[in-house]
Every structure is written in C-alpha cells, then in structure tokens.
C-alpha cells in the first residue's frame, strides 16, 4: 500500500459544478498537509495548507480527518481554469529530519 | 522576492555525456529538495539537504547521481554518464522548515538521446 493514495481520475465536470477529492496517508504520525496544483509541463504550486480546523480560500476549501487518515479538497463553481493536476503531500518531521510525501495526483478537467 | 531558480531549463545531450543541474532556492530557506519527475514514475524525491548537509539520499537512483550543496544559495544535481532512461523533468525545491510548504522552481527538462 503506498503511503500517500490519491484517485488518479481523470474527473471530467461542467462548469460551475463542486468537485471533491481526497487524498487518503497511511501514517497516523503524519503532521503537515498540503494542496499542489500542477498544471501541464509546469511545477507544482502551492494552492493551500490543510489545518485541522478546516480552511477556506475562495471557491475552495480543504478539510483533514486524521480519524480516517485522509485530507480533502473542494473547488465549488469550477472554472474551465481549474483545469490541472492536484497533488496531496503528506509531511512528518522532527527537529532535523522528515519526510515529506506526494501523492500521484488527481487530473480536473474542467468543461463549458 | 525571488523564487527558486533552476538552470539550465532545457538540457538535450547524448547519452554518456556529463550532465549539470542547478539550483538556487529561496534564501532563508533552510531545505533544499531535488526531484524528478516523468509520466510513468510520478513525482520522485532524489534527495534532500538540511543547511547545506545531505539528510536523506535514498531515493538517488544509482551512483551515476551525485548531489552538492557547496553553501546555502546554491545546489547542483549532476549524472555521469547519462543515459537514456534519465529523460525528465527535474525539480528543486524549497523550504523555509521541514514540515512548511516547498516551493518549487520551473524545472529542468533533460533529454538524453
């Protein structure tokens, strides 16, 4: 089983629907979360950090369960420019060393 | 503020050919990361430094990889010889601390013929 497990998709959605994805990480010692977007032949970025109280950034919102083990991401009114990659990265660390893991991604394909 | 550098950003060379990336992450950074990527492997880490000091080399492939970090504004990722197979796109990231985002520069896109 691998550490950090992500749907691949592709998930194909119309304009303006709510699109989720999880992200499911196998140790319970994990810490930080995170959102990437990548779009195609670019680097990953940034799209937002997951707290255990849940965070909001506009149309999307990202959500932890470290019950279940697994993060959540959700775009609400997807824009045809939602279109990319995501990436879930999965982080445990100490004072010197850590591990930071990344899922394979899940592709969006947003459609008019 | 600057963001994390990497050169050469398209590499085409044959194979047996000494190849050198760089990178020059975000200062005050404290991490710096070197990744590969392809369509069938995903996303890889290679290696990882901590204050300029190797922590975790686990994931180079074989010792036709090398990595230095000779202070903290600058990494090179080398392969000797290269060959065919190490065709991607190569990633250096960022972090200001172990368990902060990393920020990743445009990548190096390396094909070996």
């Known amino acids: 089983r691998k550490e950090v497990e992500q749907d691949p998709g592709p998930f194909n959605v119309p304009e303006g629907a709510t699109v989720a994805f999880n992200c499911t990480y196998s140790n319970s010692a994990s810490q930080s979360f995170f959102w990437y977007r990548q779009d195609c032949r670019k680097e990953p970025k940034l799209l937002m950090s997951v707290y255990s109280s849940g965070n909001e950034d506009g149309r999307f919102t990202a959500q932890l369960n470290r019950a279940s083990q697994y993060i959540s991401l959700l775009i609400r009114d997807s824009k045809l420019s939602d279109s990319a990659t995501y990436l879930c990265?999965?982080?445990?660390?100490?004072?010197?060393?850590?591990?930071?893991?990344f899922g394979d991604g899940t592709t969006l394909t947003v459609k008019p | 503020d600057a963001g994390v550098i990497q050169s050469p950003r398209h590499e085409v060379t044959e194979m047996g050919q000494e190849v050198t990336l760089r990178c020059k992450p975000i200062s005050g950074h404290d991490y710096l990361f070197w990744y590969r990527q392809t369509m069938m492997r995903g996303l890889e880490l290679l290696i990882y430094f901590n204050n300029n000091v190797p922590i975790d080399d686990s994931g180079m492939p074989e010792d036709r990889f090398s990595a230095k970090m000779p202070n903290a504004s600058f990494s090179t990722l080398k392969i000797q010889p290269s060959e065919p197979r190490d065709s991607a796109v190569y990633f250096c990231?960022?972090?200001?601390?172990?368990?902060?985002?990393?920020?990743f520069g445009d990548g190096t896109r390396l094909s070996i013929l």
């Open positions: 990231a960022s972090s200001r601390d172990m368990g902060w985002p990393q920020h």
């Open positions: 990265v999965v982080n445990i660390y100490n004072t010197n060393a850590g591990k930071s893991t």
